[in-house]
């Protein structure tokens, strides 16, 4: 069970920084591509074209990380108060309890992984090659993409 939860979060990872490192790369080889073909328009209009975009790019990005901070940070002090509360209100012999069902999991689950570290150890090997693979790849492909584009 284990091992399949740590395979999911492999692939979510290995899937996520494919997306980020395309993203990224295409994006540069995009702004690339777009301010070589800029420098052929004299120089004071692509000043001013250029700078409009920028405004424009950080006018979206402050609304967007603004939304996302303010989100997060309402979400974090919720889910503080909330385990504060809850703390409060079963505080006692609960947590006693609670402790001891928990470092019975984590000696149950260690057992498991030492069982299946063979197996942990394989996801791994796989998730680093497959990042590496994917990011070679993202790379050929916005190089070849401002070689094609750009002349």
């Known amino acids: 069970m284990a091992v399949v939860i740590l395979k999911l979060i492999l692939t979510t990872f ?3 920084f494919n ?3 395309r993203v990224i790369l295409m994006g540069t080889a995009h702004l690339l591509v777009f301010l070589i073909q800029a420098l052929k328009i004299p120089g004071e209009a692509m000043h001013v074209a250029l700078e409009r975009v920028a405004e424009t790019i950080k006018g979206y990005l402050k609304m967007f990380f603004e939304q996302i901070v303010y989100e997060v940070l309402i979400s974090l002090m919720s889910t503080a108060f909330d385990a504060v509360k809850q703390a ?3 505080s006692g012999g609960f947590i ?11 000696s149950t689950w260690f057992a498991k992984m030492m069982e299946n570290f063979p197996e942990i150890l394989e ?3 796989e998730v680093i090659s497959t990042v590496a693979i994917d990011l070679w790849k ?3 492909e916005a190089i070849m ?4 584009n750009a002349i």
């Open 123 to 125: 996801a791994v090997r």
């Open 145 to 148: 993409y401002v070689k094609k």
């Open 19 to 21: 997306m980020i490192s």
């Open 138 to 140: 993202n790379y050929v």
């Open 14 to 16: 290995t899937t996520l």
């Open 96 to 106: 006693k309890e609670l402790l001891a069902g928990v470092v019975e999991q984590i």
């Open 88 to 90: 409060v209100s079963e």
